[in-house]
């Protein structure tokens, strides 16, 4: 007989356990539609404002040295130019404003890179930088007006210039004001309460910024010691490091001609091209991480509203697209029917909004690069009016610079171009490492399909066939998603994994012995948990060789009803999933989802909600090891409690032994796990032998 005053505690520990695991997934759930529901709205103001202003930053101080290192003025001698004009001494105003507009600058990039390793405070950093470079723009635009008056120029005009120092000080107070305007952004959305008032930068967005920092120090003590053992002007050393370390190789008069300068090129060209190379992995890495993740969420969520207010009443469909429909009744399904039906719309709303995204983000990328081209070679065109450059000749300047080409036919004499072309040189870096990466997800990766796909029609056919090879090509070309897994892939959790699946492989033995131990004294029940304990550990040992498929696994319905059986969501429960709403006034509630649970009810989703997986921005193989871990873990507390209630589990070892349509396991698990129950049994009877 059981003590009550002991027996009631113990009981409710283990209602407090289940109850735990319960909100943990409640939790999580809402957190995951939390973001969902502002998707990548936010993002730029937390993210990439901050990204862009650590990154340009230092730019924009490198500008600013350069503006104020050189006079700003230059006399030019009778059949010379103003690229080889004798220096005018400047007004001690002039050089103690831009000494005190550097000052500014430094301590506002100073702050912000010290809020963001979290050694200054959000609501002391922010004000400093924003109030720092805001200063600094506009003392540099204040030096930059009078320069550009009478007051400053010298008479007559026609034999004085300003030099490479004055255009870059305009440079550097447009970068301040435009970075400082995103910080105000960024605050305003963080008082908002939109995020947190901290940076949570991800580690290759703190390497970029480091990245650049250290690439525009290399830039300029480069062309210090250049413009010393070569007797260059020091800004024109500048110009000379840009375009040698970006690969452009333009030429002209600047070109080591000592032995000590073309000695020291050897080793500071390579390291720069491995600082370039290193920046543009970054970059690369960035864009691949957190803005394809985004824009993926933005665009689902945008077409998953639009599929769903597209529902035909009469007809019984929704719309995918101009010219394609899918059914969409319920009429006379049973609830798994009537999921899958869910699931199959929701897969077509994945594709479409991916492969919008992926045009999307090309079409962005190209007309940024085509306007760097355009809009530089109109600059180049005035700049270089002494020359008298037409605008094809700009053209034809600019594109050999932006692919790296640099034949030298042509080359920059004016102090604005020159000037103008280390800015924009810098700016190609980012603008075509991006059109290249996303171009890799739609041309590139046409072109190679279509070039694999003809090859194995002719010369290569593989040992399929040449029938089989045709119809996988056009699902190819039509789809552009099948699943492939990379051999040999890797990541660097690979031993946390392993030590996971030896963990795991450790309670599949543990539990499956218990779980025959049980059968054969013919308790039934602790049978089937056990059993089903095993197949959980099972499965996330199955599942976790999925988490570095590229590209990432998309598993059929058949599999994702399998394993949400296996997490106590069984899609022929028609109490356990919520029906999606297909009409709904979005301006009386805003913020309330299609086919999600309202406030207060349970942990519900449909597979067109955004608790849905296929709207998660988590892969989906990711979001199966989350939940087979946590309900495992859930069982092993419960296995725990002493007073825990057995129940029976969503699957058992009766599932295999008399299959029932309507409750089987997925069939080629099936048959491994009939495989692996036999192996166990042989050897339990090896054992009791040797006993």
């Given at each position: 007989?059981?003590?009550?005053?002991?027996?009631?505690?113990?009981?409710?520990?283990?209602?407090?356990?289940?109850?735990?695991?319960?909100?943990?997934?409640?939790?999580?759930?809402?957190?995951?539609?939390?973001?969902?529901?502002?998707?990548?709205?936010?993002?730029?103001?937390?993210?990439?404002?901050?990204?862009?202003?650590?990154?340009?930053?230092?730019?924009?101080?490198?500008?600013?040295?350069?503006?104020?290192?050189?006079?700003?003025?230059?006399?030019?001698?009778?059949?010379?130019?103003?690229?080889?004009?004798?220096?005018?001494?400047?007004?001690?105003?002039?050089?103690?404003?831009?000494?005190?507009?550097?000052?500014?600058?430094?301590?506002?990039?100073?702050?912000?890179?010290?809020?963001?390793?979290?050694?200054?405070?959000?609501?002391?950093?922010?004000?400093?930088?924003?109030?720092?470079?805001?200063?600094?723009?506009?003392?540099?635009?204040?030096?930059?007006?009078?320069?550009?008056?009478?007051?400053?120029?010298?008479?007559?005009?026609?034999?004085?210039?300003?030099?490479?120092?004055?255009?870059?000080?305009?440079?550097?107070?447009?970068?301040?004001?435009?970075?400082?305007?995103?910080?105000?952004?960024?605050?305003?959305?963080?008082?908002?309460?939109?995020?947190?008032?901290?940076?949570?930068?991800?580690?290759?967005?703190?390497?970029?910024?480091?990245?650049?920092?250290?690439?525009?120090?290399?830039?300029?003590?480069?062309?210090?010691?250049?413009?010393?053992?070569?007797?260059?002007?020091?800004?024109?050393?500048?110009?000379?490091?840009?375009?040698?370390?970006?690969?452009?190789?333009?030429?002209?008069?600047?070109?080591?001609?000592?032995?000590?300068?073309?000695?020291?090129?050897?080793?500071?060209?390579?390291?720069?091209?491995?600082?370039?190379?290193?920046?543009?992995?970054?970059?690369?890495?960035?864009?691949?991480?957190?803005?394809?993740?985004?824009?993926?969420?933005?665009?689902?969520?945008?077409?998953?509203?639009?599929?769903?207010?597209?529902?035909?009443?009469?007809?019984?469909?929704?719309?995918?697209?101009?010219?394609?429909?899918?059914?969409?009744?319920?009429?006379?399904?049973?609830?798994?029917?009537?999921?899958?039906?869910?699931?199959?719309?929701?897969?077509?709303?994945?594709?479409?909004?991916?492969?919008?995204?992926?045009?999307?983000?090309?079409?962005?990328?190209?007309?940024?690069?085509?306007?760097?081209?355009?809009?530089?070679?109109?600059?180049?065109?005035?700049?270089?009016?002494?020359?008298?450059?037409?605008?094809?000749?700009?053209?034809?300047?600019?594109?050999?610079?932006?692919?790296?080409?640099?034949?030298?036919?042509?080359?920059l004499a004016s102090n604005a171009g020159k000037a103008f072309f280390v800015f924009w040189s810098l700016m190609a870096v980012p603008t075509l490492t991006i059109l290249i990466s996303n171009m890799g997800d739609t041309v590139i990766k046409a072109f190679r399909d279509l070039t694999i796909w003809i090859g194995s029609l002719t010369v290569l056919p593989d040992e399929k066939g040449i029938s089989s090879t045709f119809s996988i090509g056009l699902k190819r070309l039509r789809l552009g998603n099948l699943y492939e897994p990379k051999e040999g892939a890797t990541s660097s959790g690979a031993s946390e994994k392993g030590m996971l699946d030896k963990l795991a492989k450790h309670i599949e033995d543990e539990e499956l012995e218990q779980a025959e131990e049980a059968g054969e004294h013919g308790d039934y029940l602790e049978r089937d948990i056990r059993f089903y304990h095993y197949v959980l550990a099972r499965e996330l040992r199955e599942v976790m060789r999925d988490i570095n498929a590229s590209p990432p696994r998309q598993y059929t319905y058949q599999e994702w009803n399998y394993y949400l059986r296996l997490i106590g969501q069984d899609e022929g429960d028609t109490s356990a999933h919520r029906k999606p709403k297909i009409h709904q006034d979005r301006k009386a509630n805003s913020n309330t989802d299609l086919g999600t649970a309202n406030d207060g009810e349970e942990q519900t989703w449909s597979w067109l909600g955004i608790r849905s997986p296929l709207m998660g921005s988590q892969d989906e193989a990711v979001w199966l090891l989350q939940s087979l871990s946590a309900t495992l873990e859930r069982e092993m507390q419960k296995l725990r409690s002493p007073h825990a209630k057995k129940e029976p589990p969503p699957i058992s070892m009766a599932d295999l032994k008399k299959r029932d349509d309507s409750k089987a396991l997925e069939p080629n698990h099936e048959k491994e796990l009939q495989k692996e129950i036999s192996a166990a049994e042989i050897r339990r009877r090896g054992q009791k032998s040797n006993v």
């Open positions: 007989m059981n003590d009550p005053g002991l027996d009631e505690p113990a009981q409710k520990a283990a209602q407090d356990v289940e109850k735990n695991g319960k909100e943990q997934d409640q939790e999580k759930a809402e957190a995951q539609e939390q973001r969902f529901l502002d998707p990548s709205r936010w993002w730029f103001a937390s993210t990439a404002c901050p990204l862009i202003a650590g990154t340009f930053g230092p730019i924009a101080n490198a500008f600013s040295i350069c503006a104020l290192v050189e006079k700003w003025r230059v006399y030019i001698p009778p059949g010379a130019d103003e690229g080889h004009g004798v220096k005018v001494e400047d007004p001690v105003w002039l050089v103690a404003v831009n000494s005190v507009s550097l000052v500014f600058a430094l301590a506002a990039n100073i702050a912000l890179l010290l809020n963001m390793t979290q050694r200054l405070k959000f609501a002391i950093a922010q004000p400093i930088t924003i109030v720092g470079w805001f200063m600094a723009s506009f003392l540099l635009i204040a030096l930059v007006s009078v320069a550009s008056t009478s007051i400053f120029r010298i008479e007559p005009m026609t034999e004085h210039a300003l030099s490479q120092a004055y255009y870059y000080g305009i440079m550097a107070a447009a970068i301040y004001f435009i970075i400082s305007s995103l910080m105000i952004f960024t605050v305003f959305g963080a008082y908002r309460n939109h995020y947190p008032k901290e940076f949570r930068l991800t580690s290759s967005q703190r390497t970029l910024m480091l990245q650049t920092i250290g690439f525009m120090f290399y830039l300029l003590i480069g062309a210090l010691v250049f413009s010393k053992v070569e007797g260059w002007n020091y800004l024109d050393a500048v110009y000379w490091a840009d375009f040698t370390l970006l690969t452009v190789g333009i030429g002209g008069e600047y070109v080591p001609a000592t032995h000590a300068g073309r000695s020291l090129l050897f080793f500071y060209a390579i390291g720069g091209i491995v600082m370039v190379g290193l920046v543009i992995g970054s970059i690369r890495s960035l864009i691949l991480e957190r803005g394809k993740e985004k824009m993926s969420a933005r665009f689902m969520e945008m077409k998953r509203e639009k599929v769903l207010g597209s529902m035909d009443d009469e007809e019984r469909t929704v719309k995918l697209g101009l010219f394609e429909k899918m059914k969409f009744s319920e009429k006379g399904l049973s609830e798994s029917q009537r999921r899958e039906q869910e699931f199959r719309i929701m897969r077509r709303v994945q594709e479409k909004a991916g492969r919008k995204r992926r045009y999307t983000a090309l079409a962005i990328s190209s007309v940024a690069a085509l306007l760097l081209w355009f809009l530089g070679a109109l600059v180049f065109m005035y700049a270089e009016k002494p020359q008298d450059w037409s605008y094809f000749v700009s053209l034809y300047f600019a594109y050999t610079s932006l692919l790296t080409i640099g034949y030298g036919d042509y080359t």
